[in-house]
């Protein structure tokens, strides 16, 4: 089992092997073939049976590297030269990675460093965002950045009704009151019509 030694909060360094590095939170599950990051042991070890650890003539799917060269040997008398669909440089079948042990300690150490670059430049932007003194009492205590929200825009009036229109004369029709207004004298528009009887003539 390859060991690394990885540097924790108080200073002191641990030694740890892939498993416990990842189990710890340093380190996502990742291949080490083609460096692929993956949710679980179990999902991070049926990828290396399916794409690193298949043998290339038949499709057989072996445990390991070491299982994959022996079957190599037995049914096709050829040794292996290179792991399958690996990176340039994690291709030597001499290195015997199953899950994430056996991964060599110089590449376990640049993920662990990579891994807390990153995690110190996410506290860091979190820190610049908005510092201790700049938060609301009740969000200092509660650990939580209050929301800030734009202030809501005015409420905008409604615009005021409409005058009320003259009522049209109701004999006359509204396009024809102007013209007739000056044929008729002022009163005659608002007369009402006289009625007539018929009366029948023999």
């Known amino acids: 089992c390859i060991l690394v030694s990885v540097s924790n909060a108080m200073g002191r360094k641990r030694i740890l092997d892939g498993t416990q590095a990842q189990e710890s939170g340093d380190l996502e599950y990742f291949c080490y073939y083609c460096d692929r990051e993956f949710d679980s042991v179990k999902t991070l070890v049926q990828h290396q049976r399916t794409k690193h650890f298949s043998c290339d003539d038949c499709g057989r ?4 590297v070491t299982a994959l060269r022996v079957h190599l040997l037995n049914a096709y008398k050829r040794t292996m030269k290179e792991v399958p669909n690996s990176l340039p440089g994690r291709a030597n079948p001499d290195v015997a990675v199953h899950g994430m042990d056996g991964i060599p300690s ?3 150490e640049e993920k662990a ?3 807390a670059t990153c995690k ?3 506290d860091a932007a979190l ?3 908005e ?3 700049a938060r609301p009492p009740e969000a200092r205590s509660s650990g939580t950045a209050a929301a800030t929200s734009p202030p809501p ?3 905008q009036a409604l615009p005021p009704p409409p005058p009320p229109q003259p009522e049209e004369d109701e004999f006359m029709p509204a396009d024809l009151s102007p013209a007739m207004s000056l044929l008729l004298p002022p ?3 608002s007369q009402k019509p006289a009625t007539y009887q018929t009366v029948n003539v023999r």
């Open 61 to 64: 799917m072996c445990s390991s």
């Open 187 to 189: 009163d005659a528009c």
């Open 131 to 133: 510092p201790e003194s």
């Open 127 to 129: 820190e610049v965002e």
């Open 120 to 122: 110190n430049g996410r």
């Open 106 to 108: 110089a590449v376990l």
């Open 153 to 155: 825009p005015p409420a």
């Open 113 to 115: 460093a990579a891994a």
